[in-house]
């Protein structure tokens, strides 16, 4: 079925309505992070203050080892590393301006389904005001972690759980918040562009929260051969009930490259729930691009010792093999297992 509402002026009306939820004036100040990663640390932040400037930090420490079924040898290990670091102060005028450095280092097993980098650092500038915030630098990601699916616990990571098409480093980003809405937009160099808005609010004795995405992007093939461009629009709900969040993403994607467009949907579900110091996570991901599929499953599993110090499991499995016109879009099958001593600050 055709997706005509992803082409022409419609597309660009969508995009303009998600930045429209509210009325200016009422922004709040935002927390800016450049972790897009696999691995984030969910404790607070370290703070100090130096004059009128206050330092804040926050990282982990991941210690793994993997297996496979395809592994040579029986386990694989590895470490992975990240850190953001950020200086921010508020001027006479009262604006908010910060400069912020994430980092990251991974070795062997870290890398798995994470990240086929070993080392990623990103840096940004920001201003804010009642109307929102202001970013300039490698701010690719700021609205895809706005408006993506909860991470899972301990090693659980789904693949595929995105769109194809990507922004490039650097770029311009907005950030704000008006009341129950955050709206975030993103702009590339090359002039991709991407849009987004969440709303969330408790009703009862549950929290929900709803967010809205659109695309209009480059993508480049898996295996270099190819640029496609992509336009996509995709929607995650999730309830939250005590310990327990619920959530499912879906979206659409259509992929254009000189005389060819394919479309592609996927559906992505998942719980995480906490019981005491075990927090367990389970999501799987199916979707579609021409009659060829693609499919992913998590199950993480976190063991809480001590503040910041955590014992993690995950069982990962992904499997595509999908090319349009000789040119390979997605390809990848693996399965392995990862347990980690974890430390985060």
């Not at 992007?217 to 709900?237: L, N």
């Not at 959530?247 to 490259?257: F, I, T």
């Not at 995480?272 to 110091?277: E, Q, Y």
């Not at 955590?310 to 499995?317: F, I, K, V």
Request: net charge negative; proline share 3%; hydrophobic share 45%.
């Amino acid at each position: 079925m055709a997706c005509r509402y992803l082409q022409g002026p419609v597309f660009g009306l969508v995009a303009a309505l998600l930045l429209l939820p509210a009325a200016p004036g009422t922004a709040a100040a935002q927390e800016l992070s450049l972790n897009y990663e696999s691995l984030s640390s969910l404790e607070e932040p370290l703070a100090t203050e130096i004059g009128d400037v206050t330092l804040v930090l926050t990282g982990l420490l991941d210690a793994s080892m993997a297996a496979g079924p395809d592994d040579h040898d029986a386990f694989d290990a590895g470490v992975i590393g990240n850190a953001q670091v950020a200086a921010l102060a508020q001027l006479p005028n009262s604006w908010r301006v910060s400069l912020t450095y994430f980092g990251q280092y991974a070795t062997g097993a870290a890398i798995g389904l994470r990240s086929h980098e070993q080392f990623i650092d990103r840096g940004a500038v920001s201003v804010g005001s009642a109307w929102g915030t202001l970013l300039v630098g490698d701010v690719s990601g700021i609205v895809r972690e706005q408006t993506r699916r909860r991470r899972g616990a301990g090693n659980g990571v789904l693949a595929f759980d995105d769109v194809l098409g990507h922004l490039r480093d650097p770029g311009v980003s907005y950030l704000g918040r008006f009341g129950p809405w955050v709206v975030s937009a993103a702009a590339d160099r090359d002039g991709n562009l991407d849009a987004g808005a969440m709303f969330q609010r408790p009703a009862g004795n549950r929290d929900y929260r709803f967010t809205l995405r659109a695309t209009d992007v480059a993508h480049r093939a898996a295996d270099g051969s190819g640029r496609f461009d992509s336009r996509s629009v995709s929607a995650v709900a999730e309830m939250i009930y005590g310990s327990t969040t619920y959530d499912a993403g879906v979206g659409l994607e259509r992929l254009r490259v000189i005389g060819r467009e394919s479309e592609r949907w996927f559906v992505s579900a998942g719980v995480r729930t906490k019981a005491g110091v075990v927090g367990m996570s389970a999501a799987a991901h199916v979707g579609r691009i021409e009659g060829q599929d693609e499919f992913s499953a998590a199950v993480g599993l976190q063991y809480d010792i001590a503040r910041g110090l955590s014992a993690n499991l995950g069982l990962n499995h992904a499997r595509a093999d999908v090319a349009v016109d000789g040119a390979s879009l997605m390809q990848l099958e693996e399965t392995e297992a990862v347990v980690s001593i974890r430390y985060s600050f």
